[in-house]
């Protein structure tokens, strides 16, 4: 399978490669058709740039430069913390696409945590270009069954990795400057980076920005992103007639729940439900999906932050 991977990203072809937080769809980074054609298979805007995947810190500053702090933040989150952490870093290498990177001066690297995506990388020797293995706008997989379903007739391989142990998209972390700024939350939390690099992070309201600063700033965070077809309602203490109920924890007994995205009440287990059961409930025999209030902290941040942008029409 390994093999048959690499022969494909060497001939210039896109696959699904299983990651920790959700399955990506690579294409060797350094390569402008194979990386027009993830745009093309994902529907994507070019002007939205792509995560490059590295199997080390030494791959990522061939590509990127790596200030103290971006040191620091890999060796803690890409290596000893679990966890899903993308820097936006100068770029610093005309072999790596334009394509890739928008035409912007930085670029976004990540180690992903799965061992079969560092095993093609490494032995790719290159980094690879993957956004989530979906089509823009629509939910992100976490399951090679959920990119079959979407883009296997338009892909030769899917790589099963197994469920998404993350279940969420990266942290997107701007480290390019002298101010640290999140552009995404994600499967890192923020209160684990401050923890380590002792000063704030910068967190801009990403629905607040301007639409030029925005493209500039976070060109993805588009204000309706990771949507299903039905209206999503947030922050529901139960559900109005026809929705589903996707709960959370056991606060509202009294509410038919059609799933639970965690009855302990784990976060950590909330989100690697999250999409899957998004996916689920995302079907025309409901009206709509309610969704119970979920704690903002933590995870939480990033759980809503997805919600939010579903449920925007
Ligand atoms: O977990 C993940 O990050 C997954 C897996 C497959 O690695 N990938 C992913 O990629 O979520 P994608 O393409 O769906 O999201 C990448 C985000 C976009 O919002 C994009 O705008 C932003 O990263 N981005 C990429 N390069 C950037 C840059 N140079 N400056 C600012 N934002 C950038
Ligand atoms: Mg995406």
Redesign the pocket.
Known sequence: MIKQALSLLSTGNIIGMP?E????LAADATNDAAVARIYAVKNRPSI????I?VDSIEMARQWGVFTELAETLAKEFWYKIPS?L?L?VKRNNAALSHLV?AG?D???I?M?MHPIALDLIGKFGKPLS????NKSNSI?PTSAEAVAIELGDLIPLIIDGGPCRVGI??T?L?VSGNEVIL??P??TTVEAIEDIIKKSITMPDLNELTESTKSF?????MKRHYAPAIPLRLNAITAFPGEAYLAFGKENPQQQETLNLSETGSLIEATANLFRMMRQLDCPAYKGIAVAPILNIGLGLAINDRLTRASAR
């Open positions: 990651t937080s959700v399955y990506g939205n740039p792509l995560i995947h899903s993308t936006i990177t912007l930085t670029v976004a990540r992903p993957a956004p989530s293995a992100s998209e990266s997107i701007d552009l995404r994600g499967g700033k976070a060109p993805g965070m």
